[in-house]
C-alpha cells in the first residue's frame, strides 16, 4: 500500500486588519493584500480575517492593501520577523470618503489639487488642535472624521451645535504637508457637530 505524500506549509507572515474608525470590529466590504506589486497574494483565513503568507523565503517585502472603503496602504516588512513562530503584523486601514459612517458622525470633507488642477493624492491632512488626521486618496479628496464629541466641544449658535476652535470660536485650522509641496494651513469655519461640512472650493497646493 502506497502512503500518501505529506506536506507542511510554514506561515511566513499573518497581517491583522483592523478600522481606525471602528477598531474592535472587522474592517468593512473587501479588503486584497498582495506583496511586490501584486505578483504575491494573500489567503485570507475566514474565521479571522486574517491574510496570511505561506512559505516565503527571508527579504524585504511590500505588502500593499486595496479596498473599496479605506485608503490604499503600503508597508515594509523583512522575514522572517522577529517572532518567527507567531509572525503577526497588525494594520490600521483609514477610511476613505466612500467609508459608510454611522449616521451622526462629524465629517469634514475636501479636495487637494495643484495649481493646474490636478489631484494631489498622499497629502497628509491634520485638524492641528486634535488629534485627527488622514490622507488624500488618489482623487484628492479626504474625509475627516470626529468622534464622541463632549459638550465642551460644542457651542449652539442659532439652534446649531458648532464644534469649538481651541480660542473658542468656531474656526478649525488644517494643515497640509507632503514632501515636495509647501505646507499649508487653511480653516474650516461652522463644523456643525453630527454633520458632513464640505470644503467648497479645492485646496490648491504649490509644488516646491
Do not use: W
Not at 8 to 28: G, H
Not at 165 to 186: D, F, M, Q, R
Request: proline share 9%.
Amino acid at each position: 500500500m502506497k502512503l500518501l505524500a505529506q506536506s507542511t506549509a510554514t506561515l511566513s507572515l499573518a497581517i491583522k486588519l483592523r478600522d481606525e474608525f471602528a477598531p474592535d470590529a472587522p474592517p468593512l466590504g473587501t479588503v486584497s493584500a498582495s506583496l511586490n506589486d501584486s505578483t504575491i497574494k494573500a489567503f485570507v483565513k475566514r474565521a479571522t480575517g486574517e491574510h496570511l503568507f505561506i512559505g516565503l523565503p527571508a527579504g524585504k517585502y511590500t505588502v500593499r492593501f486595496h479596498s473599496t472603503y479605506y485608503l490604499e496602504e503600503a508597508c515594509e516588512v523583512i522575514l522572517p520577523l522577529p517572532n518567527a513562530r507567531s509572525p503577526v503584523l497588525a494594520v490600521m486601514l483609514k477610511p476613505h470618503r466612500l467609508y459608510p459612517f454611522p449616521s451622526g458622525t462629524t465629517l469634514i470633507l475636501g479636495t487637494v489639487e495643484d495649481p493646474d488642477g490636478h489631484p494631489v493624492p498622499g497629502m497628509h491632512v491634520r485638524l492641528t488642535e486634535r488629534a485627527v488626521g488622514t490622507r488624500t486618496g488618489s482623487d484628492g479628496k479626504f474625509v475627516l472624521y470626529l468622534k464622541a464629541l463632549t459638550e465642551d466641544e460644542v457651542t449652539t449658535v442659532v439652534g446649531r451645535r458648532l464644534v469649538k476652535g481651541n480660542g473658542g470660536g468656531h474656526a478649525l485650522p488644517i494643515s497640509l504637508n507632503l514632501p515636495n509641496y509647501e505646507p499649508k494651513t487653511v480653516t474650516v469655519k461652522d463644523v456643525e457637530e453630527a454633520k458632513t461640512t464640505l470644503v467648497s472650493t479645492p485646496i490648491v497646493v504649490q509644488p516646491m
